[in-house]
């Protein structure tokens, strides 16, 4: 069964890597390129033009590798993992939809915020509506109504508490991640970061499930994850398809991946979080996501309230290049910050289980 993880994140790669520089090429014929902002660091005037909506590349490498896993390994899809790659599609389509407006019709704010609310309300609700379908033979679903950390706990909050719930996790990680996407790489590197975290996640979980305990003799050391398996599949086809699509998106970047997929990478990182019972873990793994989008927080409530800027750019990668430091020190210096969150997350994770045991 684990062929499947190992199968999933080579083809994922190989698509990416093979497939990118001919998304760029169409993209460039079409005159496809990223709108730069006048108000940015001046070093980034140059990149006006780059081939973006690059998530393309990545969001079909993962389906296709997801699904050529298993016609390989012989084994069937499964709800959340069908789940979660239909939320991926679902927000990049929105993103896509921003971009396309953004780049083909010449409006530089893309699809109207109302617009592009409601699409991601509309995937959103869909995802977190099916999520508590689908039970299997223990009766587990894909989600939980419980929060959950390492583990569900506390008492259940509901059905439509927990689409609230859902929806404010998808809509405040695609936030983070859009925002981090402002330099080469930064965003596909720490996404490949948190994928390569969540792919042992659901290894951990699947071999430690209750599912194979039947015996129970100590259920509170297992997990009940409905299918921890096929999320470290997904997990690994977004971890290998990121890697390869790093490979031309790095300093100086070919393509840019766009809103269609920062929107897509933050979804899919949501789902993996909400069907894997890691809700707030997630924003520790994710943490240089959430360190962005409070510098963005901070700045625009201090201008609001004060009329002062606490950076000299959000979000915050801009107030390092305009103190000086060069866009490649930036993106390391941010990897090493996300691969430290990374290690903490994993750390907590693995801590919660040994405690159990």
């Known amino acids: 069964m684990m062929k499947q993880i190992l199968f999933s994140g080579v083809i994922g790669l190989f698509l990416t890597l093979v497939g990118t520089p001919l998304l760029i090429k169409l993209l460039a014929r079409k005159g496809y390129g990223q709108y ?9 005037a140059s990149k006006r033009g780059t081939p973006t909506m690059g998530g393309i590349a990545f969001i079909l490498a993962t389906v296709a590798a997801y699904f050529l ?3 390989i390994t012989g084994y069937a899809p499964s709800y959340s993992g069908l789940l979660v790659l239909g939320l991926m599609c679902g927000m990049g389509l929105v993103g896509f939809l921003d971009d396309y407006i953004k780049i083909v019709k010449r409006r ?12 991601q309300l509309i995937v959103g609700i869909s995802f977190a509506v099916l999520a508590l379908q689908f ?7 894909p989600a939980s109504t419980k929060l959950s950390f390492i583990t569900d706990f506390g008492w259940s909050i509901g059905p439509v508490l927990f689409v609230v719930w859902a929806l404010f996790m998808i809509l405040a990680m695609s936030n983070g991640v859009n925002l981090t996407d402002g330099l080469d790489g930064l965003a596909t590197g720490a ?26 003799t100590n259920p509170v050391a297992c997990y009940e994850v409905r299918d921890p398996l096929d999320l ?12 390869g699509f790093l490979w031309w998106n790095t300093s100086p970047a070919k393509i840019f991946m766009g809103d269609t997929g920062s929107l897509a990478l933050g979804g899919v990182l949501t789902g993996l979080a909400i069907l894997s019972r890691t809700e707030l873990l997630v924003a520790i793994m994710g943490g240089l996501f959430v360190l962005i989008t409070m510098s963005v927080v901070i700045q625009v409530g201090s201008f609001r309230l004060t009329g002062r800027r606490v950076f000299r750019m959000a979000p915050l990668q801009h107030h390092f290049e305009l103190k000086g430091w ?17 290690i903490v997350g ?3 994770f693995y801590a919660g289980w040994a405690a159990d045991k």
């Open 346 to 348: 994993l750390g907590l």
């Open 191 to 216: 996404s490949v970061l948190v994928f390569g975290a969540y792919t042992f996640i659901g290894v951990w979980q699947f071999q430690e499930s209750c599912a194979n305990d039947q015996t129970l």
């Open 326 to 342: 060069s866009e490649v020190l930036v993106v390391v210096r941010f990897w090493i910050i996300q691969g430290i969150c990374v």
């Open 232 to 243: 470290a599949v997904i997990a690994s086809a977004l971890m290998g398809a990121c890697l």
């Open 36 to 44: 730069i902002r006048d108000d940015g660091p001046r070093e980034h």
């Open 135 to 141: 039970q299997d033979a223990r009766g587990n679903a």
């Open 69 to 71: 896993s298993k016609i």
């Open 108 to 119: 530089s704010l893309g699809l109207r915020a109302k617009a592009k609310m409601a699409g």
